[in-house]
C-alpha cells in the first residue's frame, strides 16, 4: 500500500510537471558587437577618453565650474538619488529567495455557537477535573514562523540577477550624464569666451566708425561729400551700438546657463577671454572603434539593459514551472494566560510543504513571457543603435576637426586682408580716390570676418570637447 501511494505521487509529480513544463517557442535573438576595425587609416590604440576631464581641461577657471557641477547640479543629484533605488531593488529581490522568519504575539477571545461541532465538543470537554472549556473562550499566541520558497528553477535569483544589472545600468547613466555635464560646461565656457571676443571687436569697429564719421563731417563741411555720407556713417554707427547690447544681454544668459548647471544662483562667471583665438585646441586621439564599447556609458547601460531583459525572460520562463514552498511555526499557545508558559502542553508547532503549478488559464503567464521577450528585443536594438549613433558622432567629429582647422587658416588670411583694407580705403577716401561707400563696406566687411572667425575659434574648441566626449570621455 505504502508503495502504491509513492507510486502514485511520483506519478502525479511528472504530470505536473510536464504540463505545466510545456514552454511556448519564441524567437529571439544575440545582439551584433561587430564593428569597424579602425578609423580611416589609423591603427592607433591611443585613446583620449581614457584620460580624466581634469586632465583634458587646462583652464583653471573652467576645471573650478566643472568640479562645481559635479557636486552641486540638480539632475545629476536626482540620477544619484535613482541609483539609490536602483540598489534598493536588488536588496529586495535578494530577499526573495531566502527564508523568511517572522516573530509572531497575538491574544483574542472568541465565542462559539453552541450548536456547532466545536460548540458541542467544547460543553462535553473539561481541560481539567471539574472545569469545562469557557464560553468565551480566550487564546494567547507568541512563536516564531517561517516560510520558504525553494529557488529551484531560479526564478527569484534571475529576478535579483536581472535588478543587479539594472543597478549597474543606472550607475553607467549617471556616468554618461556626467560626460554630458563636462561637454555642456565646456562648451558654455569657450561661447562666453567667444562673446566676449565678439563684444570686444564690435567695440573697436564702433570706434572706428566714429572716427570715420568725425573724418566724413569735416569733408561735408569742406563740401567734399554730402549729408548722405554723414547718415550712412551715423547709421552703421548706431547699428553696432544696438548689436553691442544683443551681445551682453546673450553673454548674461551664457552666464545664467553656467550657473545653473553649477546649481548655483545668477552671479558673474570667472573667466579669462584674453588671446581667445590663441586657443589651441587639444588634440583628441581616437584609438580604435571597439574600445567605445568600453570608454561609452550609454553603450555600456545598454549592454546592462540588455543582460537584465535577458535574466527577466529566464525568470518569466520559470513561472510555467511549479513553485515549491515550506512553511514552519514553533511557539506558545493557550487559553489562559495562566497556562500559556506550560510545557509540553503549551507547545505548538507544524511544518508543511506545497507545490502550486498552474495549469488551466495560463494567458497571463504567457503574455509576462512574450512581453519579456519583445523586451529583450527592443533591448537588443536600443544596444545595436547606441554602437551606430556613437561610430557616427566620432566620425562627424573627426571629419569637423580636419575641415575647421582649414577654414580657421582661410578666415584668418581673410581678416589680415580686409584689415589691412580698412586703412587703404581710408587713405583712398581722404585723398577723395575712393568714395565713402568702399570705406563702408570694407568696415563691415572686416567686422563680419572677424565675428566668424571668433565664431570658428569657437566651434573648433567645441568639437575638441565634442569628440572627448563621444569617444567617452569626461566621466573618469
Known sequence: MKRMNKYLIAVTLLTVVSLT???????????????????????????????????????PYLVALIDTALNNNQELNIIMQE????NNEVR???????????????????????????????LHHEYEEGKE?????QDYLAG?????????????????????????ASIEGRNFMVTHLVAEIANSYYELLALDNQLAIVKQNIEIQQNALRIVKLQKQAGEVTELAVKRFEAEVLKNQSNQFELQQEIIEVENRINFLVGRFPQPVNRSSDNFTDLIPNTVLAG???????????????????????????AAKAEFYPSFGIKAGVGLQAFNIKYFITTPESILYNIAADLVAPLVNRNAIKAG?????????????NYERSILNALIEVSNQMAMVENLNNSYELKQQQVQTLTQSINISTGLFKSARADYMEVLMTQRDALEAKME????????MNTSVNIYQSLGGGWR
Request: hydrophobic fraction near 35%; charge should be positive.
Open 21 to 59: 513544463g510545456c514552454v511556448p517557442s519564441m524567437k529571439l535573438r544575440n545582439e551584433n558587437k561587430a564593428v569597424p576595425e579602425t578609423y580611416g587609416a589609423s591603427t592607433d590604440s591611443t585613446n583620449s577618453a581614457k584620460l580624466r576631464w581634469e586632465e583634458f581641461f587646462s583652464d
Open 83 to 86: 541609483i539609490n533605488i536602483a
Open 92 to 122: 529586495a529581490r535578494k530577499g526573495e529567495y531566502l527564508p523568511t522568519v517572522d516573530f509572531k504575539v497575538g491574544a483574542g477571545i472568541e465565542r462559539v455557537g453552541k450548536y456547532t461541532s466545536q460548540g458541542q465538543s467544547d
Open 133 to 137: 472549556v469557557p464560553e468565551h473562550l
Open 144 to 168: 516564531f514562523f517561517a516560510s520558504w520558497e525553494i529557488d529551484i528553477w531560479k526564478k527569484l535569483r534571475n529576478r535579483k540577477s536581472a535588478a543587479l544589472q539594472r543597478y549597474l
Open 288 to 314: 580604435l572603434p571597439v574600445q567605445l564599447l568600453e570608454n561609452r556609458p550609454d553603450i555600456r547601460q545598454a549592454e546592462l539593459e540588455l543582460a537584465a531583459t535577458k535574466f527577466d525572460v529566464k
Open 369 to 381: 513571457y512574450f512581453s519579456s521577450g519583445s523586451k529583450q528585443m527592443q533591448a537588443v536594438y
Open 453 to 460: 572667425l571668433i565664431e570658428t575659434k569657437k566651434r573648433q
